[in-house]
C-alpha cells in the first residue's frame, strides 16, 4: 500500500522551521563560519587563478600552478594592505583640515533650507566625546585582526587538503552516476561564482577607472583612493556601486569652493555606473548566474544581517551555492526554480539529462 505523500501545508511549515533554524544557526556560529566561508571563497579564487595559469600559459608547470597561485594572492593582499594603510591617514588628515569649510556647506544648506544652523564640527565632536568609543575601535580592530589570521590558517588548511577530494568523492559516492552528478554539481557552484567574480572584478575596474579620470580631471584629494574604495564596493551587488560613486561628489563639496566640481562628479559618476551596471556587465553575464534580481537584493540583505559586512561581499555567490545544492533534489527543487531568473537552475541541458535518467531508472525492471 502506497504511504500518502505530506500534505503541502505541513511541508511548507517544515521548510519555513528549517529556514528559521538554520537562520539562527547562521547567525550564532557567525565567528566561526565567517572565517570558513571567506576561507573557502579565497580558495576558489585561487583554484581558478591556479588552472588559468595552467591553461592559458604554454608550457607552464602543472605543479607550479597552484604555489605561484597561491604566492600572487598574498603578494596582491599584502599590497592592498599597504596601500590603505597609507593613503587612509593622509585622507583623515584631509577631512581635519576641511573642517571650517564643512561648517560652511552645513550653514549654507541650512539656510537654504530655512532650518536653524547646527553647531560647528568641532563642537558636535566635543559632544560626541571620541574618548568613550576608542575603546570599541580598537576592539573593532582586534576582532578584524583575529578573523584575518583565522581566514588565513583555514585557507592553508583547505589547500593543503584539497588533494584528498577526489579521494573523498569516490569513497563517498560509490555509484557512478551519483558521483558524476555531484562532480556535475560541484562544477556547476565553482563555475558560477568563479565567472561571477571575473565579471565583478572586470566590471569594478572599468567603473573605478572611469571615476579615477573623471575626479583626476576635476583635480578630487585623493582620486585614487578614492578609486580604489569605488573598486572594492562593486563587489557588493546592486548597492555596492551606487554608493562608492555617491561619495567623491560629497567630498568634492566639502574641496572646492564653487558648487559644480560636485555636480559634474556626480553626474559622470552616476553615468559610468548606470552604463556599466546596466548595459556591460548584463552582456557580460549573460545566462552564467541565472539569479531573480529580487533574490538577488534578498539574499544581500539577509547575508549583511547575519554576517555583517563580510556577509555582504558573499551574498551572491552563496545564494548561487543555494539554488544549485536545492535543485538537486526533488524536494528543493521548487524552490530552486523560484530563486533562479528563468525557471531553469539547472540550465536546460542538464534538466533534460536528470529527466532522462529519471524516465530510465523509472522503466528500469526491478530485481
Given at each position: 500500500?502506497?504511504?500518502?505523500?505530506?500534505?503541502?501545508?505541513?511541508?511548507?511549515?517544515?521548510i519555513?522551521?528549517?529556514a528559521?533554524?538554520?537562520?539562527f544557526?547562521?547567525?550564532f556560529?557567525?565567528?566561526?563560519?565567517?572565517?570558513?566561508?571567506?576561507?573557502?571563497?579565497?580558495a576558489?579564487?585561487?583554484?581558478g587563478?591556479?588552472?588559468l595559469?595552467?591553461?592559458r600559459?604554454?608550457?607552464?608547470?602543472?605543479?607550479?600552478?597552484m604555489?605561484?597561485a597561491?604566492?600572487f594572492?598574498v603578494?596582491?593582499?599584502?599590497?592592498t594592505?599597504?596601500?590603505?594603510a597609507?593613503?587612509?591617514?593622509g585622507f583623515?588628515?584631509?577631512?581635519?583640515?576641511y573642517?571650517?569649510?564643512i561648517?560652511?556647506?552645513i550653514?549654507?544648506g541650512?539656510d537654504f533650507l530655512?532650518?536653524?544652523?547646527p553647531p560647528?564640527?568641532?563642537?558636535?565632536?566635543?559632544?560626541?566625546?571620541?574618548?568613550?568609543?576608542?575603546g570599541?575601535?580598537?576592539?573593532?580592530?582586534?576582532?578584524?585582526?583575529s578573523?584575518a589570521v583565522?581566514v588565513?590558517?583555514y585557507l592553508?588548511?583547505i589547500i593543503?587538503?584539497?588533494r584528498?577530494?577526489?579521494?573523498?568523492?569516490?569513497?563517498?559516492?560509490r555509484d557512478?552516476a551519483?558521483?558524476?552528478?555531484?562532480?556535475?554539481?560541484?562544477?556547476r557552484?565553482r563555475?558560477g561564482?568563479?565567472?561571477?567574480?571575473?565579471?565583478?572584478?572586470?566590471?569594478g575596474l572599468?567603473?573605478?577607472?572611469?571615476s579615477?579620470?573623471?575626479?583626476?580631471?576635476?583635480?578630487?584629494?585623493?582620486?585614487l583612493?578614492w578609486?580604489?574604495?569605488?573598486f572594492?564596493?562593486?563587489?557588493?551587488?546592486?548597492?555596492?556601486?551606487?554608493?562608492?560613486?555617491a561619495?567623491?561628489?560629497?567630498?568634492?563639496?566639502?574641496q572646492?569652493?564653487?558648487?559644480?566640481?560636485?555636480?559634474?562628479?556626480?553626474?559622470?559618476?552616476?553615468?559610468v555606473q548606470?552604463?556599466?551596471?546596466?548595459?556591460?556587465q548584463?552582456?557580460?553575464?549573460?545566462d552564467s548566474l541565472?539569479?531573480?534580481?529580487?533574490?538577488?537584493?534578498?539574499?544581500?540583505?539577509?547575508?549583511?544581517?547575519?554576517?555583517g559586512l563580510?556577509?555582504?561581499?558573499l551574498?551572491?555567490?552563496l545564494?548561487?551555492?543555494?539554488?544549485?545544492i536545492?535543485?538537486?533534489?526533488e524536494?528543493?527543487?521548487?524552490?530552486?526554480?523560484?530563486?533562479?531568473?528563468d525557471?531553469?537552475p539547472?540550465?536546460?541541458?542538464?534538466?533534460q539529462?536528470r529527466?532522462?535518467?529519471?524516465?530510465k531508472?523509472?522503466?528500469?525492471?526491478?530485481?
Open positions: 500500500m502506497a504511504v500518502a505523500a505530506p500534505a503541502v501545508t505541513s511541508r511548507t511549515s517544515l519555513i522551521i528549517a528559521v533554524a538554520v537562520g544557526t547562521l547567525y556560529l557567525r565567528g566561526i563560519l565567517t572565517p570558513l566561508a571567506l576561507a573557502l571563497f579565497l576558489v579564487m585561487i583554484d587563478f591556479a588552472r595559469l595552467k591553461d600559459i604554454p608550457g607552464f608547470p602543472a605543479r607550479a600552478a604555489p605561484a597561491v604566492v594572492s603578494l596582491l593582499l599584502g599590497l594592505l599597504w596601500f590603505v597609507a593613503n587612509a591617514a583623515v588628515n584631509q577631512l581635519i583640515h573642517g571650517p569649510r561648517d560652511g556647506r550653514a549654507q541650512a530655512g532650518v536653524a544652523a560647528p564640527v568641532r563642537e558636535l565632536i566635543g559632544r560626541f566625546n571620541p574618548a568613550r568609543y576608542i570599541a575601535v580598537a576592539g573593532g580592530f582586534q576582532n578584524f585582526a578573523d583565522f588565513l590558517i592553508g588548511f593543503a587538503s584539497r584528498g577530494f577526489s579521494q573523498k568523492a569516490r569513497k563517498l559516492f557512478d551519483e558521483r558524476q552528478e555531484a562532480g556535475k554539481t560541484f562544477d557552484i563555475s561564482v568563479e565567472r561571477y567574480l571575473w565579471i565583478q572584478t572586470v566590471t572599468m567603473i573605478a577607472v572611469g579615477w579620470v573623471a575626479m583626476a580631471a576635476v583635480g578630487l584629494d585623493s582620486a583612493f578609486a580604489f574604495l569605488i572594492l564596493a562593486s563587489y557588493i551587488p546592486i548597492v555596492g556601486g551606487v554608493i562608492g560613486v561619495l567623491p561628489p560629497v567630498f568634492a563639496l566639502v572646492f569652493e564653487t558648487w559644480w566640481q560636485a555636480f559634474l562628479l556626480l553626474g559622470i559618476l552616476q553615468g548606470f552604463v556599466v551596471g546596466n548595459v556591460i548584463p552582456r557580460m553575464q549573460g541565472n539569479m531573480d534580481p529580487v533574490v538577488v537584493l534578498l539574499a544581500l540583505a539577509f547575508w549583511s544581517l547575519v554576517w563580510p556577509g555582504a561581499f551574498s551572491t555567490p545564494a548561487v551555492m543555494t539554488m544549485v536545492l535543485a538537486q533534489f524536494g528543493g527543487r521548487r524552490i530552486a526554480i523560484l530563486l533562479s531568473a525557471g531553469d539547472l540550465g536546460a541541458d542538464e534538466t539529462a529527466m532522462s535518467r529519471r524516465k531508472s523509472a522503466t528500469k525492471p526491478s530485481s
